[in-house]
């Protein structure tokens, strides 16, 4: 764990641009960075989504390809795929349901909620559902972001890519998956990042936020 503080942390973690492929991850820190992912809050705890850990050379190729040649895919030593479901379903909310009744009992309030929940969600379209879930994989990215940096391990989330490629390279569609966010794992190279020495760019905050009081 770091010895730095999180403002520290914020400041010293950046969307790496050249990773070392000399310097792979060691396991204990990715699996500190998966606990995260799986620990991080969701929409009535449903966790909507899937993390693919991707170590093969050859898959990673493939990826990096469609995601026009970003080369902290192949130069990292991991890479996680965030993948979220592509529609909420009776089966899949009844199992989170199940998985809430076997750890803290036969409570009628659980049964309930998550009735309420599939009768608002099943009946919707499966767009507006696979975009809500969607939107929880990114609140999971966000803490594999933070525990990355707490690792001393850098990252670099990745929209840029060809979901439609990703999701049949890692046979996502066949699982009810589609792929969100891409975020590689490594170290980056001092020698080869230009945007390493760069100061971090924020808006002020007087100009990002408004005090409703």
């Not at 803490?143 to 001393?152: N, S």
Request: charged residues 25%.
């Amino acid at each position: 764990m770091s010895e730095k503080t999180f403002n520290e942390l914020l400041n010293w973690r950046y969307a790496t641009k050249k990773m070392d492929p000399a310097k792979p991850v060691a396991q204990d820190k990715v699996d500190a960075i998966i606990e995260a992912v799986r620990m991080a809050p969701t929409s009535s705890g449903t966790q909507p989504f899937e993390l693919i850990v991707v170590t093969n050379k050859e898959v990673r190729a493939d990826i990096c390809k469609a995601a026009s040649d970003q080369t902290p895919i192949t130069d990292g030593s991991h890479l996680l795929v965030f993948a979220a479901w592509d529609n909420y379903t009776n089966e899949r909310i009844d199992a989170v349901k199940q998985a809430n009744l076997d750890l803290r009992g036969d409570i009628p309030l659980i049964h309930q909620y998550y009735d309420n929940l599939k009768a608002g969600y099943v009946p919707r379209d499966a767009e507006v559902n696979y975009a809500h879930a969607a939107r929880q994989a990114y609140i999971a990215l966000g803490f594999a972001m933070l525990a990355a940096a707490d690792q001393g391990v850098d990252c670099t989330p990745m929209e840029g890519f060809d979901p439609a490629k990703v999701d049949e390279i890692l046979s996502l569609k066949e699982k009810g998956l589609r792929s969100v966010v891409l975020l590689p794992l490594g170290y980056r190279d001092p020698t080869g990042d230009w945007l390493l020495p760069m100061p971090k760019v924020r808006k002020s905050v007087e100009t990002m936020v408004s005090f409703v009081e």
